[in-house]
């Protein structure tokens, strides 16, 4: 699944790193090992327990040929106010 649309002139796609595993019939344990990371540490990407590093960020971006963003991935968190339902 994939969101795309063109701004000035630019297509943009829109394209979260779970969506883009799917497409691409990457797990994550081969995602993992592209990465150089532990399946685990991709696993907490997608469920959205952690924020992958700024150094990730890049790796992911270069790993998926620019398909899946670090702003795709940091927009994937959801910023909760205190109190606030998940």
Known sequence: MCLTCTV???HINYMKLEAWMTA????QMSL???LGVSHTTVSRW???QTIPSPRM???IHRATDGQVTASDLIHEISIEEP???A
């Open 8 to 10: 000035h002139g630019v």
């Open 24 to 27: 691409n019939r990457e797990n």
């Open 57 to 59: 960020l890049g790796a």
């Open 46 to 48: 997608i469920s959205r």
């Open 83 to 85: 109190g606030q339902a």
């Open 32 to 34: 993992a090992r592209r």
